[in-house]
């Protein structure tokens, strides 16, 4: 990539992550290019779809979930280790506002340019959940795409204004029916 292309790009990068935090996943395309100062046509060369352009910043973070997994493998007990990923990617989703549905549409659909990194996050949890399975420490009936959901249905919960207030306690009553220990 040559350097000025590289350059927008970033600083394409860096405008959006900003507007994402500001606004979530309803923020503008138009405004993402205006603030980046270069034109709407650059952004569409680099990102050709808003989705396309939550994808390159969403990776990172997937990514860095599913590193934190393979920390907590090795330095908790498998039930502590899923309890605190499931907290970590929680109040990662929540936010990152409007992230939800395009999380839960690209986990079925394999066309969707977040679909990989979707795919990637779920097998941490699961793996996390497997590991805590063979123990004895957590439900047997229950998947990673049941987890998938969870997460985001907490997620949810926090985004609800009347809600809001009850999602610590409600998270709680999830992993206490997920976990097995006494």
Request: contains cysteine; hydrophobic residues 45%; glycine residues 4%.
């Amino acid at each position: 990539m040559r350097s000025d292309a590289k350059k927008n790009y970033d600083r394409l990068l860096e405008v959006a992550q900003t507007a994402v935090t500001e606004h979530g996943a309803d923020f503008s395309l138009r405004d993402v290019a205006r603030r980046a100062e270069v034109g709407l046509g650059t952004l569409y060369r680099h990102f050709p779809t808003k989705e396309a352009l939550l994808e390159v910043l969403l990776r990172t973070s997937f990514e860095a979930l599913a590193k934190r997994a393979d920390v907590l493998v090795s330095s908790k007990s498998s039930e502590e280790a899923l309890v605190v990923w499931l907290e970590e990617t929680i109040a990662f989703t929540y936010s990152h506002r409007g992230v939800l549905g395009l999380m839960m549409n690209a986990i079925e659909d394999p066309e969707s340019a977040l679909h990989t990194s979707c795919v990637t996050l779920r097998s941490s949890g699961t793996s996390l959940l497997v590991r805590a399975q063979s123990e004895g420490k957590a439900r047997k009936d229950v998947d990673g795409a049941d987890l998938f959901a969870l997460i985001a249905a907490l997620a949810w919960i926090r985004e609800q204004p009347s809600a809001a207030a009850r999602s610590e306690h409600l998270f709680k009553v999830i992993t206490g029916a997920l976990l097995t220990i006494s």
